[in-house]
């Protein structure tokens, strides 16, 4: 029997209305072959560029789209807009007039890639990260983690060659030691009025790619990412102001690893010198249940599917971003256990980069909320320092967020949306080997904070 899970969508608080969330085993069981499930849900205090796509093992693949919510009142920046267009890095190519800017709304939706994305000669605009404004600056080039999404303006204020058409490209930031897709994918920015225009593909992808000569960075240029990461800050004006906690009631610190499993006895695992590869938060290699915790949650039934002890601190504190490779054991624990809060509770969680395996960048996910990324940083994160550095003015606002390779992210967030929530590395490779989590936010004291009934059409396990 195929099954299929639409997260409807990706970066969609879902507010009290998790049942529409879409994570397997979450929030919902499968939607069975044959049968149909209709997400109602309402978009509220959102406008931007987010996405949807299926949430049921690797379906995502092939199952997705851009979920655009057009903003009621005006762009909060001057320059007047010809046309927009979404961009989901598939080949493509856009006619444009010069002298005009156009609005591109970037959605990385690669399984396992985070993605540096530039256009050959023209500088680009950032406005916008995960439907939220930021202030603006400029950059030859961006990078855009898998979930995240990127809007920037472009002026076509170039004078094409022969070809009339200039190379919009994305190819991999790469942090990782596995096998990766080192493509490149393309399409083309074509100025109108040139003698190309009526020709449907003007030009090929060059037989020799030079990624300097059309602003992308090296792959591995982890400078580059960092200091784009830096520039980005929440647009924090009376009209969008920045309400990032300034006080925690909460601090969890998280280690996300990977890890190598020793095999059962009398077995051969296919993996790295016979082991397998498994991956965790605070050595807890998440397991999905067989029945959505939400369901087991709101009905309050005792069905051992999960707990809620998750650790909110290491288990064993140690140089989590050593050399490598590590001494440490790198076995792993298995199990349902996640983090639960009262409603309200500000909440702030460090995500601690390891040295397991190798270093590398992970996009974290969560669920039902936006959260601000207050503090970022090379190796490991030290309490009695690095919150003095924190940025609490202006911190970008993200539901996704790319943790330095080597290094630790901090972000805090309002639980403010009862129910359960998803957390989970935005590669698909990590999340199916057990980099996740999960978040329960408690119903609050008025009827407006609680979690509405589900509907009745609910996939069943």
Known sequence: ???LIQHYGHGIRQLRTGWADGPAYITQCPISGGKSYTYKFTVQYQRGTLWWHAHYAWQRASVYGAFIIHPRMPFPFSAPIQDEFPIIFDTFIKTVERGKTYLLRIINAALNDELFFAVANHTLTVVEIDAVYTKPFTATAIMVAPGQTTNVLLTANQ?????????????????????????????????????????KHPQ??????????????????????TKFCDKLRSLASPQYPCTVPKTIDKRVVT?????????PANKTCKGYEGKRFFASMNNQSFVRPTVSILESYYNKLRNNEYSTDFPEKPLKPFDYTGVVPVSENMNTQFGTKILEVPYGTNLEIVLQGTSFLNTENHPIHIHGHNFFIVGRGFGNFNVAKDPAKYNLIDPPERNTVAVPTGGWAAIRLKADNPGVWFIHCHLEEHTSWGLASGLIVQNGPRASQCVLPPPKDLPSC
Not at 204 to 225: A, G, Q, R, W
Request: hydrophobic fraction near 35%; proline fraction near 8%; aromatic fraction near 14%.
């Open 204 to 225: 090929k992808m060059p037989s020799t790619f030079e990624p300097n000569k059309y602003n992308l960075p090296k792959m591995e240029d982890t400078e580059f990412v």
């Open 1 to 3: 029997m195929e099954c």
């Open 255 to 263: 280690v996300v690893s990977l890890n190598l499993q020793d095999c």
């Open 159 to 199: 004078v094409p060659d022969s070809s009339g058409t200039f190379l919009m490209a994305a190819w991999p930031y790469l942090t990782s030691v596995f096998p990766f897709d080192n493509s490149t994918t393309a399409g083309f920015l074509r100025y109108k009025n040139t003698v190309t225009e009526n020709i």
